[in-house]
């Protein structure tokens, strides 16, 4: 992550929080209403409303971050900590890279043996061949 | 490396049964151009096509599997982060600032970003309430039901149980007593039996020395010469 993107989420989490608060607060004045409470109640919906325009605005600034759907279904939604797909996705990654450095080792003890056992078989063409590359045989 | 372009001087020879006059391939272009094949000038690389270029290694070269990712890309501190500590699985647990119970499935309460993403519910312009709007919001005054509150509901927090050290030592004690029972279990049981023979048998001594003494005393008493002893009828001692 580069420095620059704390600055450029700051606003979004900012207007985030502000608008959660307000939802809050509206919840309050809704579930148990005051009959002085209409008043409130209305500013706290104008509030609302400007507030999803500000979110909205926000959208511009993040056009291109992108997140995973994974990420989304099957863990936000699932009521699950996101920071878990985090530590799957390193795991997975490691695992991954462990299994193709595996390969590349196989693949490179199978190259040396193929080149003697053809340098046997074929010495002159192996010499010429070594010849081009060099120290990569 | 994919095939070899015999030399005419080689035809005749056959290599451990493979037959001499083999069809010349048909000579393939490598996707590379030519102009990156790695052949020192003064060697002729007409023997070999489909010749990769081998990678480059050092710094800035292409990266590849074999090369540790992790360590690449600088992410050692968030692995180890993540490996090492153990994550709360709730969603409150990484916004534990947002109101109501968010560890639930969304679904249930079709709260789910799913929908959003799948069905936007504002698709046009978002405008400011009018007056008339604003009517339809006009409330009754009064509470409304409890299962309604849901942005009050906090969502329980789990207590640890605390253990007491005296609820850990009992089992460690009574365990290795009652491995050692199950163990010897009968020698146990020979034991107390043991005792209580021995006390038994104390007992049964003592009421047979008491014997004894009030059949010599009897004996002995002038003032009673002819009174027989308790039991003496049935005495196995009687001559």
Known sequence: MSSSQPDKFEPLVENLERFIEITRQLGLVVSDFQPQGQAPLNQKLHMLVSSLQELDKNKEQVQDVQVPLELIYEYVDQGKNPQLYTKDCMERAVAKNELVKGKIETFRRFKKALVTELGKMFPEEIDRYKTVRGSDT | ????????????????????????????????????FLSPPSVDPEPFYLLKDPPISGPGSEVTGETHMISHYGLEHSYNKFSTKKLKEQLSAFLPLLPGNID???????????????????????????????????????????????????????????????????????????????????????KKHKKTKKHGDQDGEKKKRDKKKKKKKARQDPMHPGMPATHEGSGPGRP
Do not use: C
Not at chain 2, 6 to 17: E, L
């Open chain 2, 104 to 190: 639930t499935v969304s679904s249930q309460d079709n709260s789910s970003l799913q929908s959003v993403i799948e069905k936007p519910p504002i698709t046009k312009e978002i405008t400011t309430f009018t007056t008339g709007m604003l009517q339809g919001f006009k409330l009754h005054p009064g509470s409304i039901p409890d299962q309604y509150k849901l942005l009050h509901h906090q969502p329980a927090k789990k207590h640890k149980h605390k253990k007491h050290k005296r609820d850990h030592r009992i089992p460690e004690l009574s365990e290795p007593m009652s491995a050692g029972a199950e163990a010897g279990g009968d020698n146990g049981h020979e």
């Open chain 2, 1 to 36: 490396m994919s095939f070899f372009k015999r030399s005419p001087s080689d035809s005749s020879s056959n290599y451990g049964g493979i037959p001499s006059k083999m069809p010349t391939p048909i000579r393939q272009r490598s996707p590379m151009p030519t102009k990156q």
